[in-house]
């Protein structure tokens, strides 16, 4: 059996190459690219744990894994596993996955930007990382790339926010290696290596001056149409001065385009090397002269070559090199460089060639012509044109020019070969300028001439036509012979031996402007000279040219110089070819060359017979010398040649210092030789002169131009210097220069300066010289020498200790250098000395003297000597570190210079730390470290205490203060702590170093991303602590000082809670770093408080109750450890204060503040909660027998308090959670009330409830809560203190303005009844108490305009919903609790359930309303029951009085309300077809445990009752309510007679017409037969109450209609008249029966419950068809028989339509009927009053005018009636009614209609805001005047206008369910279908529902208006049918509820009547017959219009 065996250290890490999702118990799931340590191994398998749960170890397979080579550190039990990568890679690899987290929350929040640059940034990274994986880079290459990314890294990190990385030369810095000073140096950097990287992470160049400049250009295309061979230079030109300043790049083509020479095909390539700075601040253009080779005259038609070829002009190109610096700045990294187009153009004349570009640049484009150009001769180098011109639209035939590419490098030129080789290795060409740059370089050997023909002037000989001259050059030297190849047309092709200009046609007055280089070697420039030959090139005698003149020049002048820079005008020679002419002593030695030439008249007459000379003819050439071999400085050649001329040595020694430094550094080696020659010659006499000059030569090369020729200076001393004995002479002038500045003027004090920065290379000499010396005498005259020196050193002290002003200046020049000599010194002298002669200089400048450069520049010396090479010896440093703490802690002290003073601290620290790493030094640095404590650590913490933290030296200074903490040992904590014996300097110190730590702590010095060193410092900080404490409990324990220890305490607190140690806030990868190196330093911190608190013992009352706040903010941190450790001290705070002062309410009362606080800090979590109560609650029941009760209920308390505070924290953030917010500040508020009566913490958190009402402007909710305040105050002269809300005042006047704006919240929230209370009681201090008259007049007007807004102000109607809340998930205020919710006005349930869907997106909304079982109470899901609440109202008197206003009512039905009911039908009994038999009412009751409105817009439900209400009281509620309704609107009429009767003729057409009164037979058939009498015995009254009831109908309709046949209009009289014929035939039915009659239709009814008291609409219950054994109606039934619309039977198509009566039209109210015996007698006497005027019912208003609380409760009608949206995927129209092709309707449709009452509104969909403006019609059913009835088949149908007609018939369907207990389900109640007993017709389907007003309507007078009844238009088989469009100008009304049972029952339905829910049993039985058959109903009637004169006005 295989066994688990440790893997060795190749198999300790790996990387997962796939997902591996474990199913064994012990098994780790993997994810690809996770990294894994393995522990163990096992036949396949491995064992061990991800790198990124740490925690978790278990099994894997080893198949997912890929091994890595990895470095193992202490193998066992606690070993480490790291992999050897390139730490660059490493890095790579854990930013990016870092980042991956952070790029999705990018995505999730929305920051587009952000989220696409990061994304382009880690595939950048990406591929970066795969390049330098592949080992295919060199060294340098990796270098370069390895800075890219972390360039890119770091710019990232800044974008993302996250931590800056500490980085020298690219790698992250070693903490463990680097000081506290250097990290915080490093930091600093970075920081502003990170800000200045461009946004595509690539780091912008260095700030550091860059002398010298290259510009690399390409020659990439060809396109111009030469046809003959070219040649092309490029040359750099200045168009401010109008010179070329650069050689020229020469590029030779051939006809068709291509290189002279193939091997540079793919070369065309130069760099424009050495420019300055100040070329590139010039106007610099690039300038392409361009020439053809070939015949004088070009002619395309000819192919034959000449023999002969001449250059001649052809065209210009230039380009801004500007253009070039702004495309550079714009381009990304890594791009290829831009191309640019040269245009070419040639000039009108060509003899202006020679100023084309200038013509070009000056844009005088009439002198200049554009060339075209031919595909023919189009070449790309190597291959394409490029891409921007390829994609342009014209074609390549049009391009005319050249396409190059440009780019500027920057350094010298060996860095740039180095950084970028691969250009040079493509055999680039360097194009120098003309001239020495602005840098000369040592060994930049130079010896060119460039001459520069100009112009010439020739005579015409006689001729009309100008010559075509060629000017030939050639260099002869000294014996005659032309030198070979030492002339260059330009750069880039091979040196010739003669140059022959261009050619210009026909021009005797040629102008060339053309430069030529002359490379002649210094051995032959003596004597040599420059022949130019001047011939004619005749276009008549072919391959001809003719000599005729000739001129020339030598190259050096008589004194030995050579040609000067400058213009040359040059004789012209008239000659022929001959044998005279190739002599050239024939003309040398007889001619003159120019008119400056020193050739005598005899030469000029004795060859003027061979060569005449004619005057007007000239030559004019400029030359430019670049040579470091040759001068044309005579002074320089006279001190050169000085033993020529001895006498004028002094002379030649003063001109030498105004010799141009040039000169000087070409001739520096031989200059110096010269001097210290002289010097040698005659040291008294050229001494003090040549010292001078010598100082001055050093002092030239200190400039930047001359600056690397100090290695020249270098090089020669070691190499070349010979001066053996000049070092006297150089003491002694140093000496006498040093003292004579004492005591002399400013002139002397100038030279010492000059001197004294010379100094370096004067002692260099100096010292070169002694060894010289030694080495020559063996070391003779070594004690004089030391004396010497010793002398010059007593000088050098001497000038530094003398106080005065006037030596200021040369004291800091002094101390500037100073340092410079410090390696000199050690080759002649040792250690000890060296560093007392620099000891001695530093100790000579007085601490006490006030001149501030002097001490900055003292320090800056101190601070090069602590960097010099000397400090790093140990003999050396131990003298000269005593020396420099004297001075710094001298400065310090005075807090002098202290930038300096600290940056040199710094810099001593930073050493002792690199030492510190050798072992060999450890007790050298013990010492070290020891006098740094004794000399600064004092002044140190002093500083740190004072200093100015927003400044630049804060910083560095705390980090030389952790540095210098970081070097101590507990050895130097012991001496430090001993050496403070006296107790008050030992508590001072304490109590300074603990204050300081606090600043530390606070870390404002230091950024917030700059984690490494906030890291570090705590490290250092939890250290020393250590220490000190130590000290703390040893000496302040017994002698107690509680101040000392309470700072202590205050330390630790802050040091433990602060952000940076928060490691749970980090991101992982962050938090492992810092655990990685440093643990949770948070565990040990919290441990020493623990000790430090337990060794308090007596003493720890004196920390009560202020240590509570800061133990408990400890025990808050999320360290389980630590929280075990700490929340015990919380029992024995508690024990203490309890045993001294009996109680421990001191400590209570501090916990319960504090934890308010730090709970609101986002501090604490449920596990800290149950640790604190399982924790203490032990401790409590365990120890504390005596009060172990009050404990114990303190500990339950606070434990209730943390579930409050966090639940409030966890909703305090984002708009959605606003309404947990309140119901969590409610909580609270409550809790400091109610449960520990905090009246400090009761009233915060009302002004936190009342600022978040107003921010939601629930003005009225915000007006209630700060009534709580003001209930809390009386009327009082009591002065209360001043707190955050209000200043200090007297009670009364703080109540007075609490009133004040608790009554203009009410005004904003039109609650002005709650309002008119608080005015008078206002109004009653103003007029009896203050008599503040002004105030009174002002309160009185405020009340009497709350009066008059309560009978004119519209207020919309708002929507009461129960609402329950199961599950654990709930926060504990609202788990497994019901509330009542008041909606926001005109919200639908639809729209509320989507609201709270948005507050609680993880819940799960039932659709029932049933009781839920324990499972899903206890279940860790969120469920959300929702369904409509009736309101009760509680003011019944005022309900109840007919003449109350009914805007006055409508207030009262649904405000001051804590009852709300609703309704949930429940079947008793066995099957019926008549349901009302045995449907009951199950009505709930609920209380809620405060009224609405109130501090909230929602509340508990406090307590719930449920009664049952039985059928027969149904039926007589129903037809009670009707008849009442009837009789107000008859008792409205008869009192205004103006009012429109639209209502009136709905109700009385719904109550008389026959198609919706079926329910009396139905009636009639449950309660009137026989056997139901017998049966209930004790319903003999109420069933004699129903008879009457409908008895008494009909006198009601007598009277409504004699009061409608007297105010209807023309347009309403036939409507009256079928009511007369229709009611007359009803009177004769029911006189016949003498009872009621049972009515029968064919129509169904609709039959909707009046709200009632519950200001709600109620639901349709739709009447049940007969069943087919019933008897068919009589012939008198038949005859009353009306249908407003023609019925056409087919079965074709049915349609589920279902929709909502519009917000603006008034419900009809409900009355209470007998009361049932079941309630309490005092709610049976109630009688209500009915007086409702729906004229003056406001929108939305459904809440019946009287009705009785208790007969509500008992007998209420269903509350709701709306909108029903299917839940079915079939499609809804425009309005959002839904169309169901698939449902049908039935007779138990009736039960679906009374389920909805107030429970069955379970989340209905969301509908559109126009269903608010559907058809208003409210289907009465347990409250109408009539019962339904049954439709009957109709026989007869009335004519109605054509208008109304419809073609297409369609029947109205709707479904129910009824659960398996019996009960209907209230979200999904669909009909039970009878059995169909023969084919039903089917009306017509009303189209549209949305009744659309006249637009003479409320103009005109009432109008008849009906329902538009377009037909739906059939649609195609599989598909749903369309709505049309509604006709414009169709009439259609807004009709009140009281008619609504005129309507089909299918039209409206209750919200939830459609359902998703699976039909119900009985459903099931019968779904055969549904699909075979549908049920049918009678049209829809017409309807009557209602005035509609306010209707959008109440919109």
Same mark, same amino acid.
């Given at each position: ?52 749960? =740490? ?105 993302? %926010? ?164 702004? *495309? ?280 003027? *017979? ?33 033993? *020529? ?10 001109? #030498? ?83 004579? &500045?004492?005591?002399? %003027? ?81 080759? #002649? ?247 990685? =190196? ?436 149904? *039926? ?298 559907? &058809? ?34 369609? &029947? ?76 414009? %100008? ?66």
């Amino acid at each position: 059996m295989a066994t688990w065996s440790p893997t060795p250290p190749h198999k300790k890490y790996g990387v997962a190459i796939d997902n591996y999702v474990s199913k064994l118990p012990c098994g780790v799931n993997l994810q690809i690219g996770e990294t894994v340590q393995i522990l163990e191994e096992c036949a396949g398998w491995y064992r061990g744990f991800s790198l990124r749960n =740490k925690e978790k170890k278990g099994v894997f397979p080893a198949s997912y894994v890929h091994l890595k080579e990895a470095k193992v550190e202490n193998i066992g039990q606690y070993e480490t596993v790291s992999p050897v990568e390139n730490p660059t890679v490493l890095e790579v690899t854990s930013v990016l996955r870092e980042w991956g987290q952070m790029w999705k929350r990018l995505y999730v929040e929305r920051h587009s930007q952000l989220f696409h640059t990061v994304k382009k940034l880690m595939l950048e990274l990406i591929q970066m990382r795969r390049q330098l994986m592949s080992g295919t880079l060199t060294q340098d290459q990796i270098r370069e790339l390895k800075l890219r990314i972390t360039s890119k890294i770091d710019w990232g990190n800044r974008k993302l %926010g996250l931590d800056l990385v500490p980085r020298i030369d690219g790698e992250v810095v070693d903490v463990d290696r680097t000081s506290a000073v250097q990290l915080y140096q490093v930091h600093i950097r970075s920081q502003q290596d990170t800000q200045n990287s461009s946004s595509r992470g690539t780091v912008r160049k260095s700030k550091k001056k860059v002398l010298s400049h290259h510009l690399y250009f390409i020659l990439k295309n060809f396109a111009c149409n030469v046809g003959e061979d070219t040649d092309i230079f490029f040359s750099l030109y200045d168009a401010i001065e109008n010179k070329f300043i650069s050689e020229r790049f020469h590029v030779k083509l051939t006809k068709n385009g291509l290189p002279v020479n193939v091997e540079r095909l793919h070369s065309l390539s130069a760099f424009f090397i050495d420019l300055g700075n100040q070329d590139l601040a010039r106007e610099l253009y690039m300038v392409a002269h361009i020439f053809r080779i070939g015949k004088m005259v070009y002619s395309s038609g000819e192919s034959k070559k000449s023999s002969v070829q001449y250059r001649r002009p052809y065209g210009c190109a230039v380009m801004s090199i500007q253009e070039v610096l702004v *495309a550079q700045a714009d381009q990304s990294e890594g791009q290829e460089d831009k191309e640019f187009l040269m245009k070419v153009y040639s000039c009108n004349n060509e003899n202006e060639m020679w100023q084309l570009h200038e013509n070009i640049i000056r844009k005088q484009l009439g002198k200049v012509n554009l060339q075209g150009s031919s595909y023919d001769t189009i070449v790309s180098f190597p291959l394409l044109l490029p891409a921007g011109l390829q994609a342009n639209n014209r074609s390549s035939r049009d391009l005319t020019g050249m396409v190059v590419s440009m780019s500027l490098l920057h350094g010298e030129l060996a860095q740039v070969r180095q950084e970028n080789a691969f250009l040079f290795n493509k055999g680039v060409t360097l194009v120098r300028k003309l001239g020495f740059s602005d840098v000369i370089m040592p060994g930049d050997i130079r010896n060119d001439l460039y001459v520069t023909l100009e112009r010439a002037e020739f005579e015409k000989g006689g001729k009309t036509t100008g010559k075509n001259v060629e000017v030939t050059m050639v260099v002869l030297g000294e014996d005659g012979e032309v030198l070979q190849e030492c002339i260059s047309l330009g750069e880039g092709e091979l040196y010739t031996s003669e140059y022959q200009s261009y050619v210009l046609y026909h021009n005797n007055n040629p102008r060339w402007g053309e430069t030529i280089k002359l490379a002649v070697p210094i051995d032959k420039f003596y004597g040599s000279h420059l022949r130019f030959e001047f011939r004619h090139c005749s276009t008549k005698d072919k391959d001809v040219k003719k000599l005729f003149a000739f001129a020339f020049t030598p190259l050096m002048i008589g004194d030995g110089t050579t040609l000067q820079d400058r213009q040359h005008e040059l004789f012209v020679y008239k000659c022929e070819e001959n044998v005279k002419f190739h002599s050239p002593a024939m003309y040398l030695t007889n001619l003159p060359s120019s008119g400056e030439d020193t050739i005598g008249t005899i030469g000029l007459s004795e060859g003027g *017979a061979t060569f005449p000379r004619s005057p007007k003819e000239t030559f004019v050439i400029s030359t430019v010398v670049c040579s470091t071999k040759l001068t044309q400085n005579v002074d320089l050649l006279g001190l050169l040649k000085w033993k *020529a001329h001895p006498d004028r040595v002094q002379d030649t020694l003063q001109r #030498l210092t105004r010799v141009d430094g040039e000169d000087i550094v070409k001739f520096l080696h031989d200059i110096l030789d010269t001097l210290f020659a002289i010097m040698d010659e005659n040291t008294e006499k050229y001494g003090k002169q040549v010292f001078q000059v010598l100082v001055f030569i050093i002092d030239m090369l200190h400039s930047e131009k001359f600056q690397h020729f100090r290695e020249v200076l270098d090089t020669y001393i070691q190499k070349h210097f010979a001066g053996a004995l000049v070092y006297k002479e150089l003491i002694a002038s140093f000496k006498r220069t040093l003292d004579t &500045s004492v005591t002399s %003027g400013m002139d002397k004090q100038e030279q010492a300066q000059n001197m004294l920065k010379a100094i370096e290379y004067i002692f260099k000499f100096i010292i070169q010289s002694r060894v010289l010396y030694g080495r020559a005498t063996c070391g003779q005259e070594a004690e004089s020498f030391k004396d010497d020196f010793m002398t010059m050193f007593t000088s050098i002290n001497r000038v530094l200790a003398q106080p005065v002003e006037a030596l200021l200046q040369v004291q800091v020049t002094l101390l500037k250098y100073f340092h410079s000599i410090y390696d000199e010194l050690l080759r #002649l002298f040792d250690l000890h000395e060296v560093a007392r002669f620099i000891a001695n200089a530093v100790d000579s400048i007085p601490l006490d003297h006030n001149m501030t450069l002097l001490n900055q520049t003292k320090l800056k010396c101190i601070e090069h000597t602590i960097k010099a090479n000397i400090f790093r010896e140990t003999v050396s440093r131990a003298i000269l570190l005593s020396t420099c703490l004297r001075h710094l802690s001298h400065h310090m002290r005075q807090k002098q210079e202290l930038k300096l003073g600290v940056a040199a601290v710094g810099d001593i620290i930073i050493l002792i730390q690199e030492l510190s790493h050798d072992q060999s030094m450890s007790s050298v640095v013990q010492e070290n470290v020891q006098l740094l404590v004794d000399s600064l650590l004092e002044l140190m913490f002093q500083g740190v205490m004072t200093i100015d933290r927003t400044g630049e030296v804060a910083g560095h200074y705390v980090s030389c203060l952790i540095g210098l903490l970081g070097l101590m040992n507990e050895e130097h904590y012991r001496c430090l702590l001993e050496g403070l014996t006296d107790r008050k300097k030992l508590r001072d110190f304490l109590l300074r170093i603990f204050i300081v730590f606090r600043e530390l702590v606070k870390q404002d010095h230091f950024p917030r991303d700059w984690v490494t060193m906030r890291m570090l410092t705590n490290n250092v900080v939890l250290t020393a602590l250590q220490y000190f404490s130590q000290a703390l409990t040893e000496t302040f324990l017994f002698m107690f000082d509680q101040q000392l220890w309470s700072s202590y305490f205050g330390l630790a607190v802050a040091f433990l809670t602060q952000a940076s140690l928060q490691l749970e806030s980090f991101t992982e990868a962050k938090r492992n770093k810092i655990l990685e =190196k440093y643990c949770d330093m948070r565990v040990p911190m919290g441990f020493e408080i623990l000790s430090m608190w337990q060794s308090l013992g007596e003493h720890k009352l004196n920390f009560l109750p202020g240590m509570v706040g800061s133990f408990l903010e400890i025990s808050l941190v999320p360290e389980t450890e630590l929280r075990k450790a700490l929340i015990p001290v919380f029992h024995d705070m508690m024990e203490c204060e309890q045993a001294t002062r009996g109680s421990f309410k001191e400590v209570e009362c501090e916990m319960i503040d504090k934890l308010d606080i730090l709970i609101s800090q986002d501090k604490g979590d449920d596990e800290y909660r149950e640790l604190f109560h399982s924790i203490l609650l032990d401790r409590v029941q365990i120890e504390n027998a005596d009060w172990q009760e009050t404990a114990g209920s303190f500990v339950n308390s606070m434990t209730r308090l943390l579930e409050r505070l966090l639940d409030y924290r966890h909703v305090m953030k984002g708009s959605e959670n606003r309404d947990k917010r309140m119901g969590c500040t409610v909580s609270l508020l409550h809790f400091y009330h109610s449960d520990i009566q905090r009246e400090e913490m009761y009233i915060r958190y009302i002004y936190k409830l009342h600022d978040m009402h107003k921010e939601a402007e629930n003005y009225t909710e915000a007006g209630f809560t700060l009534l709580l305040h003001a209930h809390m105050l009386n009327w009082t002269c009591l002065m209360l203190p001043d707190d955050e809300w209000y200043p200090r005042q007297q009670e009364r006047e703080r109540k007075e303005k609490i009133y004040v704006m608790v009554i203009e919240y009410f005004d904003k929230g039109k609650s002005w009844e709650n309002g008119i209370p608080l005015c008078k009681e206002l109004a009653e201090q103003y007029e009896k108490k203050s008599f503040e008259y002004a105030k009174l007049s002002h309160i009185l007007q405020t009340q009497a305009h709350f009066f008059e807004n309560i009978l004119t102000e519209l207020r919309p109607e708002r929507p009461f919903y129960r609402v329950g809340y199961y599950g654990k998930k709930f926060p504990f205020f609202l788990r497994n609790k019901t509330f009542v919710y008041q909606g926001q006005p005109y919200e639908k349930i639809q729209d509320f359930s989507q609201r709270l869907q948005t507050e609680f997106p993880n819940a799960s909304f039932m659709t029932h309303n049933l009781p839920l079982d324990d499972e899903v109470i206890n279940s860790d899901v969120e469920y959300i029951q929702i369904c409509k609440a009736t309101p009760v109202p509680n003011d019944s008197e005022i309900l109840q009085d007919q003449t109350v206003p009914e805007k006055i009512a409508s207030y009262y039905r649904a405000n001051n309300i804590d009852t709300f009911i609703f309704d949930r039908p429940v079947h008793k009994g066995g099957k019926d077809e008549n349901l009302f038999k045995n449907m009951w009412l199950e009505r709930t009751i609920m209380v809620t445990t405060s009224t609405l409105p109130g501090i909230l817009k929602w509340f508990e439900v406090k307590s719930v009752q449920v009664v049952e209400i039985s059928p027969i009281e149904t *039926a007589i509620q129903t037809m009670d309510n009707m008849n009442k309704e009837l009789r107000s609107l008859i008792h409205q009429h008869t009192t205004d007679q103006t009012r429109g009767v639209q209502i009136l003729s709905m109700r009385l057409n719904g109550v008389i017409d026959a198609a919706v009164n079926g329910g009396i037979s139905k009636y009639q058939e449950a309660f009137f037969e026989d056997d139901y009498i017998n049966a209930h015995p004790e319903d003999q009254q109420l069933v004699q109450r129903l008879k009457g009831l409908v008895m008494e109908q009909v006198s009601v309709l007598e009277s409504g209609l004699a009061i409608h046949g007297k105010l209807a209009p023309a347009e309403v009289v036939p409507l009256h008249r079928k009511m007369v014929e229709m009611f007359t035939a009803m009177k004769a039915s029911l006189a016949g029966q003498n009872s009621p009659s049972l009515w029968h239709t064919q129509k169904r009814l609709s039959v909707a419950s009046a709200p009632g008291a519950l200001g709600q609409r109620s639901s349709s219950i739709p009447s049940i068809p007969p069943s087919p054994e019933k008897k068919p109606a009589s012939p008198l039934s038949k005859s009353l028989q009306s249908p407003l619309f023609p019925v056409k039977t087919t079965t074709s198509k049915t349609y589920a339509i279902s929709t909502q009566p519009p917000a603006s039209v008034p419900t009809t109210p409900a009355s209470a009927v007998a009361p049932s015996p079941l309630l309490p007698e005092k709610r049976r006497n109630s009688t209500p009053n009915t007086n409702n005027t729906p004229a003056d019912t406001p929108v939305n208003q459904s809440v019946p005018t009287h009705v009785s609380r208790d007969s509500v409760l008992r007998h209420g009608s269903d509350p709701s009636l709306g909108i029903t949206r299917t839940q079915s995927p079939d499609r809804t129209d425009n309005r959002g009614f839904s169309l169901n092709s698939t449902t049908t309707s039935s007779a138990s449709s009736i039960t679906s209609s009374v389920s909805q009452a107030g429970g069955d509104d379970s989340v209905p969909p969301a509908l559109p805001a126009r269903v608010k403006r559907a &058809s208003a019609v409210s289907l009465q059913s347990l409250d109408s005047g009539l019962a339904p009835s049954p439709p009957l088949t109709p026989n007869r149908a009335v004519p109605t206008p054509a208008s109304l007609q419809s073609s297409d018939t369609s &029947s109205i369907s709707s479904t129910s369910s009824t659960d398996t207990n019996g009960s209907v389900d209230s979200s999904t109640v669909p009909p039970i279908p009878p059995k169909p007993s023969k084919v039903r017709p089917l009306p017509p389907v009303p189209t549209t529902l949305e009744p659309q007003v006249s637009k003479s309507f409320g103009r005109q007078g009432p109008q008849p208006a009906f329902f538009d009844c377009t037909p739906l238009v059939p649609a195609k088989s599989g598909q749903t049918p369309r709505i049309p469009e509604i006709p414009e %100008g169709s009439q259609s009304v807004y009709m009140s509820p009281s008619s609504v049972y005129m309507f089909p029952t299918s039209v409206y339905m209750s919200p939830s009547s459609v359902s998703l829910s699976s039909p119900p049993p009985l459903v099931e039985k019968k779904k055969n017959q549904q699909a075979t058959a549908q049920q049918t109903y009678k049209s829809v009637p017409r309807p009557v219009p209602t005035p509609r004169k306010s209707v959008s006005d109440n919109r």
